[in-house]
């Protein structure tokens, strides 16, 4: 009997280890961290279709929206570290609430401006260095299957899509590439955007496939995002696969595992 009641006890405790190793993972990834699947190729090429990554949500703070119990001991936000141009954040669309993932382009009290294509903040055009074409094959990419667009359209299945690529480099000395894909775009001359004060702007690195703070809400942007909507910044890819499912296996970018998000 007395060994019944040890192996009980002993099975017991098993289960309350296990029990506690998931509240502690979820935990974990409800107030530090938050997986991120890329669904679409808006910031090619620092982000592709299939990049999968985990966010870190303390990067900017803590905030009761992030918290998961009722009676948090706090309300707004506490600040770790201010957005800095050039992070990679995802944040809640602004009416929507649906995550998306962009780059962090204008602080508040920035002017954003873009002009033939080219990105002016504060009145002065960031320097722009030509790149070699950012390539890929014409394909169905990710679960939902969308195509790619491409600067040389018409490209059949199979055939290789290009685009023009350039290397930015923004005030503060953040350097990463952008895309191009067609001149004279609907984007490509903006008015100028001032950020209010406590938000963001907003911008693709895919800069002819992003509905970003250039859009109004009303037509599908997400426009200036306010504070409290950042949910954390991206800094590295963790896996990536180019296929439809992430069991082919035979589609994973081993190449882009464990890489640093510019």
């Not at 895919?206 to 800094?235: H, K, M, Q, T, Y």
Request: charged share 25%; net charge neutral; with cysteine.
């Amino acid at each position: 009997m007395a060994e019944k009641i040890k192996s009980d006890n002993g099975v017991l405790e098993w289960v309350k280890t296990i029990v506690y190793a998931l509240i502690l993972a979820g935990l974990i990834r409800t107030i530090f961290f938050q997986p991120f699947w890329i669904p679409s190729g808006s910031m090619k090429d620092t982000l592709l279709i299939g990049d999968f990554l985990f966010v870190n949500k303390m990067a900017y703070g803590y905030s009761r929206h992030s918290c998961p119990f009722s009676m948090c001991p706090f309300s707004g936000r506490i600040l770790a570290r201010a957005p800095e141009r050039g992070d990679v954040v995802v944040f809640k669309h602004p009416v929507s609430k649906a995550d998306f993932i962009k780059r962090l382009i204008g602080l508040p009290g920035d002017r954003i401006q873009m002009k033939n294509g080219v990105l002016h903040i504060n009145g002065a055009p960031v320097a722009l260095e030509p790149a070699t074409d950012f390539t890929e094959i014409m394909d169905r990419q990710g679960p939902v299957g969308n195509t790619p667009r491409c600067e040389n359209e018409p490209v059949d299945t199979g055939e290789t899509c290009i685009k023009s690529r350039s290397r930015e480099t923004l005030p503060g000395g953040v350097t990463h590439d952008v895309l191009n894909i067609v001149d004279g775009g609907f984007v490509d001359n903006t008015k100028v955007f001032t950020v209010p004060a406590g938000e963001y702007f907003f911008m693709g690195d895919n800069r002819d496939n992003s509905r970003d703070s250039r859009f109004s809400r009303g037509i599908g942007g997400v426009g200036f995002v306010p504070f409290e909507n950042l949910v954390g910044r991206a800094d590295r890819v963790i896996f990536s696969s180019a296929g439809r499912s992430i069991l082919y296996f035979w589609t994973w970018r081993r190449d882009r595992f464990f890489e640093a998000i510019e």
